[in-house]
């Protein structure tokens, strides 16, 4: 499943792409496997767990009809989760150069036109968090900011995307090292509303790292 921020990504192949994830795989597999274990007991078992509720009184009585069909229907939903894991969110991100593995910061609507888009994204390129700070966030909205690092590589990545009609476009990824990514590495989803810290500024301005 592709998500507006993702858009940024896609649109760079020679710097990042798209692959399976083998834990992803594996924990998918396993909940569809046991979902479908559940749900050969819970119906090969209906009458047995029927039977079983019936003996319920007091505060668990009101459960009677609900134990063998809420095990069926969980069993079930479980299997259609593992697959639905298995299929669209067995997948991350990785850079080309390294195969070092993304991992998203933030992700979050911004409250401005799409005609600003490009001025925000600018700020970010500057990689000083003095500048790009306070970002715009919002609840909703029709441009779509996200921000991914490569924590072993010490690199981050800043896209931005801007809703065309149905569809989302993105402008170009911004990629942010050295100083800029120290700072930008410090930040967090709660951060991006506020202006910058003298600690994220610290990591901007840290002399032993080139500018």
Known sequence: MT???????????????????????????????????ALVLS???????????????????GMRGLVAPGAVFFSAA?????????????????????????TQQASSYLGIPPQEATAVLERFRTGDPR???PVPVARSGTVVLGVWLARSDAVAY??????????????PLTILRDNA???????????????????VVNGFLDPFLRN
């Not at 990514?181 to 600690?199: E, F, M, P, V, W």
Request: net charge positive; aromatic share 12%.
């Open 43 to 61: 119906l090969g078992l209906y009458d047995a767990l029927v039977e079983l509720s019936s003996d319920y009184e007091g505060r668990r009585s």
């Open 3 to 37: 998500e507006p921020q993702e858009q940024p990504l896609y649109a760079a192949p020679q710097e990042v792409r798209r692959v399976r994830s083998g834990g992803r795989m594996i924990g998918a597999i396993v909940m569809a496997g046991v979902g479908a274990v």
């Open 181 to 199: 990514y120290a700072a930008i590495s410090r930040l967090s989803i709660d951060h991006y509303g506020a202006r910058a810290s003298q600690t």
């Open 78 to 102: 479980a299997v259609i989760g593992g697959l639905v894991w298995f299929f669209a969110w067995s997948y991350r991100w990785e850079r080309v150069e390294t195969g070092s593995r993304l």
């Open 131 to 133: 500048i790009y700070l």
């Open 158 to 171: 800043v896209g931005i995307a801007v809703r065309s009609g149905r569809e989302w476009q993105a402008l």
